[in-house]
């Protein structure tokens, strides 16, 4: 195992357990970032301990007993440090501090914006920089967002803790929204594509922490059906390549079929969530030989399971106009561009495409310069570029 992977692997756990010890975000983090330096130099010399986990955590919490005599805090609080770990059985796996940091970052009370920026510094151990530059914003804002996050936690009383089984189903939401929103960061952007990696590990987690969750699952399972389509995504200009194009040869079976197998457990439990119809829906697309095999209707009929949002109602408008007709679908979709999806770039673009399907080339090149004007990306505009080129001839 790579310095990396460990880094990745032991950070979140390192810095959970010394929080749950020492209260303290700032010196937790601190200290973690000396144990994992103390690693760096010295495992190539030394090798890297039988087991690393236990090492930084040893290492990490020396450095905080330290800390602490400085600063002269009571005996009780370097007792508590200083039985943080035993040479016998040291408990830096325990997997709750894990969780109750997840629980934590992802809090209700912190907005959107500040639970992935602590989920990313605090369990990924991304550095402010590297967050700031995912996120296109300043270093000095993202590190100012950091300490209001962590400001916020500790003036509100926001416990650290795993939410007692009757907060449960109002707080695992929280988490799992931020999970799929750190996903789609880094699936919609190939810049940002490591934040779908951390989703996804920190999603593994999530699974591994509460195996009884089955929109847990469900997410885990709809990041990897989607993830495993990543590289055919992007064609060699770097145009958007759309699903019923993409080249089904290329696409990751191993993922797939971990996907495949993860929502089938999940579905096993009889309690469908979002997440599981969503990647039940991913599933339908995976699992299709072909893009004339998808079974469309299915589709449509899970889209109709979803709460109905605008977004959702859009797209399932799609799924009804592949399984119906494409005149089915414009006129779906034309029910919905005077409500709230007026100025989604994804509406026009879905009008040109069904325009193009039906032969109505003039009007689908409307529609496409339309889309063209609200693109979010430079892979979209190189793709509905191509498409305006095609109903302009």
Known sequence: MTF???????????????????????????????AFAAALER?????????????????????????LRREAVGTQKLQEVAAMTHDSEPPYDVPDDRLRLMFTCCHPALAME?????????????????IARAFLVPETTMSKRLTRAKQKIQHAGIPYRVPPAHLLPERTPAVLAVLYLLFNEGYSDVVRSNLSGEAIRLARLLVQLMPDEPEAAGLLALMLLHDARRDTRLAPDGALVTLDEQDRTQWDNTRITEGVDL?????????????????????CHATARTAADTDWPQIAALYAQLPQTPVVALNRAVAIGMADGPAVGLRLVDELAAGALSGYRLLPATRADLLRRLGRYAEAAVAYRQAIELVATDAERRYLTKRLAEVSD
């Open 114 to 130: 500040a639970r992935v920026a602590l989920t990313l510094r605090t369990l990924a151990g991304l550095s402010t920089t590297e």
């Open 4 to 34: 990396e992977e460990i880094y990745r692997q032991d950070w979140g756990q390192v810095v959970a357990t010394l929080i749950r010890v020492t209260g303290d975000w700032e010196l937790a983090e601190e200290c973690a970032q000396e």
């Open 263 to 283: 929502l089938d457990s999940a579905l096993r439990r009889r309690e469908p969530g979002p997440y599981q119809v969503q990647a039940a829906i991913a599933a």
């Open 43 to 67: 495992w190539p010399k030394d090798g890297v301990p039988d087991r690393p986990g236990a090492w930084l955590t040893t290492t990490a919490r020396n450095r905080a007993i330290d800390w």
